[in-house]
């Protein structure tokens, strides 16, 4: 069987699912956006998992970490999953769809960290591959890796791109924050620092 997925691919604030979802609608097929998974981990994370001090190496006060086993564990247990509502597969923890709740500071703050782990970016291709194998219909998928890692072969693969100053405008309107130079080279640093 051919998989038909247009795989969506770029870094961070690129358009990426803008543009899946306006293709996915226009096909008539679904959507998934794999940052939102990764994002609803995190979410699970922060409200679930007992944080500890990094410590060493200049690190303590940066932060915290969760060992990669619980979090893929809390991630079965939950469960966080992905549920297909009218065409779009929504992210769900504990039975809950948390789609708004994933978009806040806090998850912001932490998804790169939790989206770096190699267990758990295993953990989130083998959903989407599921999600995908069960869909009857055509899906649109976005994401970092989405071409080279998780679906390689897919018959149309995208890689967006964007001008740092353009990923900053775009996250900052996503937020709703007012877009003032000096909040756009922080934010379009930040960025390319997470890239």
């Known amino acids: 069987m051919t998989l038909r997925v247009i795989a969506i691919d770029g870094p961070a604030a690129s358009g990426k699912s803008s543009t899946a979802a306006a293709v996915a609608r226009r096909l008539g097929w679904a959507h998934l956006d794999s940052g939102a998974l990764y994002r609803a981990i995190t979410l699970a994370a922060l409200d679930n998992l007992e ?11 940066k932060g915290v970490a969760w060992s990669a086993q619980r979090i893929v564990a809390l991630a079965e247990d939950l469960p966080v999953r992905l549920v297909l509502v009218d065409d779009v597969f929504r992210p769900e923890v504990a039975g809950v769809d948390v789609a708004d709740a994933i978009r806040s500071d806090r998850v912001t703050r932490r998804v790169s960290e939790v989206a770096a782990i190699p267990e758990v970016r295993h953990w989130v291709n083998v959903q989407q591959r599921e999600a995908v194998a069960t869909h009857p219909q055509g899906v649109v998928v976005d994401g970092r890796d989405i071409g080279t890692v998780v679906f390689p072969d897919a018959p149309l693969k995208v890689f967006l791109t964007a001008s740092p100053d353009e990923r900053a405008r775009r996250r900052l309107a996503q937020r709703g924050d007012p877009i003032d130079p000096a909040e756009l080279k922080r934010e379009s640093e930040a960025l390319g620092a997470r890239d």
């Open 51 to 61: 944080e500890r001090e990094t410590a060493g190496e200049g690190r303590r006060g």
